[in-house]
């Protein structure tokens, strides 16, 4: 009798040949470009460093494209908005101490947000590891120790043999829902020495699917099946899991309002009869769905932002889907869904109870009009002008990229973005400089349709040597600098708690002129012509620069005892 596990794939002689014979001048960084190569990865992004140069020798004899970056904290943004835009885990080279440290923003960022990207770091030589003194070049006592609590998961290769194994199973934790960043470190000796292993082929990594329970979809969907007034919050988990055309589904059959987090913009269409949009700073859909009887939440943590900072107290039943377990009812008591949301919407699909709810298209009219009539009584024509400027510029099926800024702010509410997967910012954790590199990184997944960046004057500066990199590798990204002399939303928050900002006003170049000098194009614009000078900036093959001196104002929260 034959079990499956008793089966072993034989090498045919041609191979086994092969690996008798590996080709001449490898080392150990060959077996990492291998690796990656035979994982399925085309890109790699990373900054070289004297510790990884052994990788970076091997880029040349490999067929990986290398897009390098100046500062390793943007090539990890580049890689983060990569596996964004591919659904792939994208590489990052990177090499010890204040290079991988430098990165470790950029990780934070697509661990908050689920991407995946596969940080591939040197360590020094072996003779120093342990945690010992050794006075070595970039020397740290536990450089994993500086990552183990921002990625998924952790591997070290001690040996050349090690290496494809421990790319191979990172690759498969990074794919793996909840997707993530992850950390590997290789020595530098073990990269530098030469190699007689056989060169890597047919590497398997398939990620572990995560399926729902079904007593658990069973229950959700007799809920949603006989729930008086069912509402959804659809968050990023729905977008990564390309589960969009399932949620709509879904929200259809059960008649259901559905309202997007920041981080799942698109993840419903924006001007459906259901869609509440994504008015989550808003007292008025706050307490909609604190008003629903059974609320689906779908990929979604329900954190800070999308619980309008916490206030939002649910009183109906809550049933929540979500694949990182760390956020699974950890906010607000539910029926918790261990699950990847496209999995768990197609058991809903394949359970509920068509419904009927004849007035949600009515209720869901209600609420965007008491919104809309809120924004209106606040005298924010100007921002409400730019925005839809930049929507009117931006073709459909384009992507943007937004950093934290007090347009970005607008975009999170206010922005349609067209479709899934096409809107993103470092909401997830909440950094500055994630823009501009990033949309660099989707112009690199899809170099068929211009990218656009947005930043303000100040998240700009932390960037702004990656003009150079949009033109080594002629990117189509047009960046949008909103320069208001400063960090405008801190100035905001300082003047509202305090009477008076510190710290917020900068001195800074004139961009257009930065620009040119590294011979990028540059526009200043006004609100009044921003829509044309945008769309024809975005026209343009290659990268391009318009800068709008602007002082934009943020809409007034709900969340605080004093404001509407």
Same mark, same amino acid.
Do not use: I, N
């Given at each position: 009798m034959t079990h499956d596990h008793d089966l072993v794939l034989r090498p045919t002689p041609a191979q086994t040949e092969a690996a008798l014979n590996p080709p001449p001048g490898r080392n150990g960084g060959d077996l990492v470009v291998e690796t990656l190569a035979g994982l399925g990865a085309t890109t790699v992004f990373g900054l070289p460093g004297q510790h990884a140069l052994g990788m970076f020798d091997a880029l040349r004899r490999s067929g990986l494209r290398y897009v390098g970056l100046r500062v390793e904290n943007n090539a990890g943004f580049a890689a983060d908005a990569y596996g964004r835009i591919t659904g792939e885990a994208a590489p990052l080279l990177l090499s010890t101490g204040p290079g991988a440290l430098t990165s470790l923003a950029a990780l934070q960022?697509?661990? &908050?947000?689920? *991407?995946?990207? /596969? *940080?591939?770091s040197s360590q020094i030589p072996t003779a120093g590891l342990g945690g010992g003194r050794h006075g070595y070049l970039h020397e740290l006592p536990d450089q994993a120790a500086s990552f183990r609590g921002v990625v998924k998961s952790v591997?070290? @290769?001690?040996?050349?043999s090690q290496i494809p194994s421990a790319i191979a199973e990172a690759w498969r934790s990074a794919l793996t829902a909840p997707h993530g960043p992850v950390w590997v470190e290789i020595p530098q000796d073990v990269l530098l020495a030469p190699t007689a292993l056989p060169v890597v082929t047919g590497v398997d990594a398939t990620p572990e699917e995560l399926a729902p329970r079904v007593e658990l979809t069973a229950l959700a969907a007799h809920l949603l099946s006989n729930a008086a007034r069912p509402a959804v919050i659809a968050g990023g988990g729905v977008v990564r899991s390309d589960a969009s055309g399932k949620l709509r589904q879904l929200a259809e059959r059960?008649? *259901?309002?559905?309202?997007?987090? +920041?981080?799942?913009?698109? @993840? +419903?269409?924006?001007?459906?009869?259901? !869609?509440?949009?994504?008015?989550?700073?808003?007292?008025?859909?706050?307490? +909609? /769905?604190?008003? @629903?009887?059974?609320?689906?939440?779908?990929?979604?943590g329900l954190g800070e932002l999308s619980s309008n900072y916490h206030t939002f107290k649910p009183r109906g039943r809550v049933i929540q889907i979500e694949a990182d377990l760390g956020k699974l009812e950890s906010n607000h008591p539910a029926l918790g869904i261990h699950a990847d949301a496209r999995l768990a919407l197609q058991a809903l699909l394949e359970t509920v109870t068509p419904r009927e709810y004849p007035t949600a298209a009515d209720r869901v009219r209600d609420l965007l009009a008491k919104v809309r009539d809120r924004i209106a009584s606040q005298e924010l024509a100007l921002e409400q002008q730019v925005l839809a400027s930049v929507r009117?510029?931006?073709?459909?099926?384009?992507? !943007?990229?937004?950093d934290m800024t007090i347009l970005a702010y607008w975009a999170w509410s206010a922005f349609d973005p067209k479709g899934p997967n096409q809107m993103h910012s470092a909401q997830g954790a909440g950094g500055l400089g994630y823009g501009f590199p990033a949309a660099l990184g989707a112009a690199v997944a899809d170099p068929t349709r211009p990218v656009l960046a947005v930043s303000g004057d100040g998240g700009a500066l932390y960037s702004i040597a990656e003009l150079a990199t949009a033109r080594q590798h002629d990117l189509n990204v047009t960046w949008l600098i909103v320069d208001d002399g400063g960090y405008g939303i801190l100035r905001e928050y &300082?003047?509202?708690?305090?009477? !008076? *900002?510190?710290?917020?006003? /900068? @001195?800074?170049?004139?961009?257009v002129a930065l620009a040119e000098s590294f011979g990028v194009p540059g526009v200043r614009t006004s609100p009044e012509t921003l829509e044309s000078d945008l769309a024809k900036a975005l026209a343009a093959p290659g990268p391009s620069v318009v800068v709008l001196p602007a002082v934009l104002r943020m809409f007034a929260p709900t969340h605080l005892p004093s404001t509407p």
């Open positions: 960022e697509a661990a &908050m947000a689920s *991407a995946p990207v /596969l *940080a591939v591997h070290t @290769a001690r040996t050349q059960l008649q *259901a309002p559905v309202v997007t987090t +920041f981080g799942g913009k698109g @993840a +419903f269409p924006w001007t459906h009869p259901l !869609s509440l949009q994504s008015w989550l700073e808003d007292r008025h859909t706050t307490e +909609f /769905l604190e008003d @629903a009887d059974v609320l689906l939440v779908v990929g979604s009117k510029a931006l073709p459909a099926g384009s992507p !943007s990229f937004w &300082m003047t509202d708690a305090f009477g !008076s *900002a510190t710290g917020t006003e /900068l @001195a800074r170049p004139d961009f």
